[in-house]
């Protein structure tokens, strides 16, 4: 187990302030203390909790849906790969997620001797889950069942989006000009805000890119780009199109509105909502 602790956010009767005094941090709903601590702090009852009990807390006291929310952003793909590494690292999910909707698949993985052979009966049944309510009540039921899945290190940190989207509200300055220059004329959609046809028909360089969009050069080398040859010697600039530039952006920052938030508030100290 991860040497750091957990704290569980069911209600907030210690200040968070103070759990950030003592160096607690907020990861993924769940409070962690420093490596140093043995114990956890439960914000409910300020008495100390194991890490195990914390998560447990945290999670079993949340309804269905705010425990999706913790992997909104992942497809149905990806939900599919999370739930398939939850049951290959804790096998004793097995029959939870699967007794009520596939009960002959908790039958045969039992009858199996192999991991292999359990891991494909598990992978066929998943092959047959196309209704997204049923996947969600499976998952939700895995991590009812075993509460090291949200914690630190596990498998929940996989799948775990770094950055949450943070769009503007309906009406916001960002929303009626275009994100890089500012400009109000010829607008139209870029992701969660707006950009205008001249920032976006222009090509980018590595350094542009930093200054843009926020993406650092060696961040950059992972980017759709074309290379040209530049001046008396000859050297090789990267250039990138402003579509490749955004979506790079857009899957740094969970969205471009989070981008503006923190080039806003380190270049001017300003803080926007």
Do not use: W
Not at 97 to 112: I, L
Not at 182 to 209: P, W
Not at 233 to 253: D, H
């Amino acid at each position: 187990m991860n040497s750091m602790n957990f704290v569980s956010q069911e209600a907030y009767a210690a200040p968070t302030t103070l759990l950030a005094k003592r160096g607690f941090q907020d990861v993924h709903g769940v409070y962690v203390s420093p490596p140093a601590k043995k114990q956890a702090v439960s914000v409910t009852t300020n008495t100390f909790i194991t890490p195990d009990a914390a998560a447990a807390a945290a999670y079993r006291s949340l309804p269905m849906k705010v425990k999706m929310d913790k992997l909104k952003y992942s497809n149905e793909k990806e939900r599919v790969a999370f739930l398939k590494k939850v049951l290959d690292k804790f096998p004793n999910t097995v029959e939870p997620v699967f007794r009520e909707s596939f009960p002959d698949t908790v039958q045969n993985y039992n009858v199996c001797s192999t991991k292999t052979q359990k891991k494909k009966v598990l992978a066929e049944t998943l092959k047959t889950v196309i209704d997204e309510d049923v996947l969600t009540e499976m998952i939700c039921c895995a991590l009812d069942h075993e509460p090291r899945i949200a914690l630190v290190g596990s498998v929940m940190d996989e799948f775990m989006p770094k950055h949450y989207p943070k769009k503007f509200p309906k009406g916001h300055v960002m929303l009626s000009r275009c994100f890089l220059c500012k400009s109000t004329g010829n607008l139209y959609n870029c992701h969660d805000l707006k950009v205008c046809r001249k920032c976006s028909s222009k090509s980018y360089t590595k350094t542009e890119l930093k200054d843009a969009f926020y993406i650092q050069p060696k961040e950059a080398n992972n980017i759709p780009h074309k290379e040209v040859e530049h001046g008396f010697y000859k050297s090789t600039v990267y250039i990138f199109t402003f579509k490749n530039a955004a979506s790079a952006c857009n899957k740094k920052f969970g969205c471009l509105g989070n981008m503006v938030r923190e080039k806003m508030s380190s270049e001017h100290g300003d803080v926007i909502g």
